[in-house]
């Protein structure tokens, strides 16, 4: 049992993705809204639509308002209604639910729902679940209505909820817990909520802020208005009522749908005004004073009963790539491109595969503690996916380190007929006796890749600064390889045939002299590349803390060197007008295809610039073209949001 065990932590460290598999994603991270809803009482408006969002106010519908999903294959009845939308966990995952049901054939005449799951928001897998068939003891079962999802933290397990009527009986909220797949109910619906007086209650929503379960819920055939309850517990079946209404209008109302908007105190309460054939939005900081804000909406449909989250950035690209950018959207941003927080990007391009790779600094952790590298793939740079963890330090992958895991260099080589990946990286040493460069080697971009089990760049042959920020270079004129590297100093060396140990003969102080913290003193991260018969050398000035911190440059005749700096040498510098500061440790990559050149980078998130929340320590990856004069300088980057 015990080698078992062994075996497995061994793979989890060796595999990639098996570990740090996690929800990566941060508030920031979300730059739109994802809006699902149907639009009728007609068989061919009772479907799943969506609209897009920048702002949470403005929509415009996807697919010029047509289904996205086609209800005659999905569900029992031949349509759907009231969908709901949920962002799992895991970050990467959607689960969807929606009531089987055509209202033409009677308001009590389904008995079903459907669960849908997708990890795209495109391509949905499907299940219909219909409770009288499903369980035993519902033959006076009348209508199964608006199922929701939502994960109950106390049981880890990811609840459906929605509500039943009975023959003699009230609309009652029910649940149950969906299986692994997604794709049933385990386990008897049991009753979640009714209220105090016995009355009938449907459209349940519920939202968890603070500790506290908030259940939205319409009072159905009687006042037909929206109440809320509130619980720490969401089976304990302890619930505090509040009295009033919350709807801000005389008018029946149903279908409460509230989410948080991005990067405020803010949430939406918004709701099917179903007899006028409107959509009413409130504003609220506690979910229980909400104030009207129709004035700010706008959309170009008239949705029925429907939800709202918060998507990527990449996540509205795939979803306007498949249907459409509509009009009056506005643009989607350009960058970060990751997910959650990295820094000091390594860029390949794989001739192996045909994609692009960025491995990175994990950030995030006080003091740049970071102690792994993960990767991520992309096709065409503009959306990427996680490869998973490829280096973990403190793992029995690496013997000689044990943390700080700080800016890696990649490089593909075809040696002896095959593909060859060598991942160079620098990392503190079990002994503490300062950072050191260590490499790795796997025969794929994303590994696994096995540690050489000791450092190869152990000193300073300046006599001073630390030995971090590596950089690797095969030079297409003579096909040698050279390491760059330093802290303080910029060091290169021609690395052996076996690209795991440097020619110590060949090693060299290229540090560029001069300078101020304004416009090209050296400070770290040397990057190497070749363009029309010239050397560039790139390299960062100032602090990576700094707004100021920013990328300069520099060419030469030779690898290794010396460096002439350029006589305008700023590449990247902040922006304070679009709110980004300092864009600089960077690496570049030439699109094969098309012939353009990017620049990939790192800036610190603005919401962290204070010195009070660690500056440095929240760094975000961008990517934006790099351009040239049509004498061989490089134009200044104009830098993206």
Not at 397 to 404: I, L, M, P, R, T
Not at 482 to 501: C, I, P
């Amino acid at each position: 049992m015990k080698k078992t065990l062994l075996t497995a932590l061994l793979l989890a460290w060796l595999v990639p993705g098996m570990i740090r598999g996690g929800n990566n994603l941060q508030e920031k991270d979300y730059v739109a809204y994802l809006f699902t809803y149907f639009t009728g009482n007609r068989m061919a408006e009772e479907s799943i639509h969506f609209a897009v969002s920048l702002d949470g106010y403005t929509y415009r519908a996807l697919n010029g308002n047509k289904p996205v999903l086609d209800s005659r294959l999905i569900s029992s009845t031949g349509g759907v209604r009231d969908p709901h939308i949920l962002r799992a966990e895991d970050g990467r995952t959607f689960y969807m639910v929606v009531t089987d049901m055509v209202s033409g054939n009677g308001w009590s005449s389904n008995r079903a729902m459907v669960l849908l799951k997708s990890t795209d928001l495109v391509n949905w897998t499907h299940s219909v679940i219909n409770i009288q068939k499903r369980y035993k003891g519902q033959g006076n079962l009348r209508r199964v209505w608006a199922p929701q999802t939502i994960f109950d933290r106390e049981a880890g397990k990811y609840m459906v909820y929605w509500s039943m009527l009975h023959e003699g009986g009230p609309d009652i909220i029910y649940y149950a817990y969906a299986n692994d797949d997604f794709t049933d109910l385990v386990g008897d619906p049991k009753p979640l909520f009714l209220p105090k007086d016995k009355k009938p209650c449907i459209d349940g929503d519920i939202v968890f802020k603070d500790g506290v379960y908030h259940l939205f819920y319409k009072t159905e055939g009687h006042g037909d208005g929206i109440k809320v309850a509130t619980t720490r517990s969401l089976t304990s079946g302890q619930w505090t009522e509040s009295p009033d209404y919350k709807q801000q209008t005389p008018e029946a109302v149903e279908g409460a749908g509230t989410f948080k908007l991005i990067g405020q105190d803010k949430y939406i309460l918004m709701y099917d005004v179903y007899k006028k054939g409107a959509y009413q939005f409130t504003e609220t900081t506690d979910l229980q004073h909400f104030k009207v804000v129709d004035h700010a909406v706008d959309m170009d449909f008239h949705p029925r009963h429907g939800t709202v989250i918060p998507i990527t950035r990449d996540e509205l690209i795939r979803l306007t790539d498949k249907w459409g950018k509509p009009e009056g959207l506005g643009e989607i941003p350009n960058n970060p491109v990751l997910p959650g927080f990295h820094a000091d990007p390594e860029v390949l391009y794989s001739r192996q595969t045909g994609k692009y790779y960025i491995y990175s600094t994990s950030d995030g952790y006080a003091g740049w503690g970071g102690w792994y590298f993960t990767a991520y793939s992309s096709d065409d740079l503009r959306t990427w996916q996680p490869e998973g963890t490829v280096l973990d330090l403190r793992s029995p992958q690496v013997s000689w380190a044990n943390g700080n895991a700080w800016a890696p260099a990649m490089e593909e080589k075809l040696i002896d007929g095959k593909y060859k990946y060598f991942f160079y990286y620098s990392g503190n040493p079990t002994d503490n006796s300062g950072k050191q460069i260590g490499v790795a080697v796997g025969d794929s971009p994303v590994g696994p890749f096995k540690d050489l089990g000791h450092p190869i760049v152990t000193e300073s042959p300046a006599g001073h600064g630390q030995q971090i920020d590596v950089d690797v270079f095969t030079d297409p004129a003579s096909g040698k390889s050279y390491l760059y590297w330093g802290n303080g100093y910029m060091a290169g060396a021609e690395l052996n045939d076996d690209m795991v140990s440097v020619k110590t003969e060949t090693i060299t102080e290229l540090t560029p002299r001069g300078g101020t913290l304004k416009t090209y003193a050296y400070r770290e991260a040397p990057y190497v590349f070749f363009y029309r018969g010239r050397y560039y050398f790139m390299w960062s000035v100032d602090d990576t803390g700094s707004p100021n911190y920013h990328v300069v440059y520099g060419t030469s005749d030779s690898p290794l060197g010396p460096i002439q700096v350029a006589k305008d040498p700023i590449v990247t510098i902040q922006d304070p007008a679009q709110e980004i500061y300092g864009p600089a440790h960077n690496s570049v990559v030439r699109n094969p295809q098309t012939g353009e050149w990017f620049i990939v980078y790192h800036r610190i998130n603005k919401d962290y610039l204070p010195k009070e929340k660690g500056p440095g320590f929240h760094r975000e990856v961008c990517i934006d073209r790099l351009e040239f004069n049509d004498d061989g300088t490089i134009r200044r980057v104009k830098l993206t949001k």
